[in-house]
């Protein structure tokens, strides 16, 4: 439960940060470890594959596309300044509804969440997390979306050449 | 032992941070990582559930998940890139027209 504890806080802790920072670079730091805080959960949730990819996959090549583009950008951050610098609350006009809507998300979730009735209690059962066991759905009752799954790589990575090309 | 509920408030939690963010923040690149943090909290949650129900279906989906994730990102990243080559800014209030 401590370590429970432990991830959770550094997970939220990071995410909030990376919301309120001005600079993208801080930003992107710090959702890497908010992954590894979450891959932590999967190891404590018997989920040992997920928490590996999470680490390869998410952390080590999605988050270093976005470092690479903002490293690329190299925004001029005195741009945002201008409206970052007042308080989500203080904007004009419709600005101010986003921080409004937001906080009503997170009320409405925990209400619905505290209200759920019967004790879940801890997991009973063995965990299904061998990565036999994975490979094999994989490749059986999931092989059509699997292959889909390819489909769409290659669509994602024709369109992202198109898109960033100098003369499109 | 952390229960089920434990996870889905977490994930519930983390989804909220990820809306805010989205809502709130004017830098097109701090949006995206925002829709990165809500696809994570789900993620958490299916992960959870399918531990709860004991079947492996619910890390598949996350499989499935981070491959959207991943096509997502770059796709995202690519258009950002060209409007910075247009506009040089990355505040979405100056993306008003669909032509230029």
Redesign the interface.
Known sequence: MTLFYLFGAVAVITSLLVISQRNPIYSVLLLIASFGALSGLYVMLEAPFVAVIQIIVYAGAIMVLFLFVVMLLNAPHEETEQDERLHAFRRQGPLRFGAVLAIALAAELTWALTRGTGETGAFQGPAVSSVQEIGKALFTDYAFPFEVTSVLILVAMVGAVVLAKRDA | ??????????S??????????V?????I??I???V??ML?AV??SF??F???L???????I???V??????????G??????L??HR????PATFTSLKW
Do not use: C, H, K, W
């Not at chain 2, 032992?1 to 977490?10: A, F, K, Q, R, V």
């Not at chain 2, 004991?54 to 598949?60: A, C, R, S």
């Open positions: 032992m952390p229960t089920l509920n434990d996870y889905l408030i977490l519930a939690i983390l989804f909220a941070i990820g809306t805010a963010g809502l709130i923040r004017r830098n690149i701090t995206l990582l925002s990165e943090i994570n993620n958490l992960v959870a399918g531990r709860a004991g079947t492996v279906d619910g890390q598949i996350v499989f499935f981070m491959t959207v994730a991943a096509a997502e990102a770059a796709v990243l690519a258009i950002v890139i060209a910075f080559r040089e800014s990355l505040n």
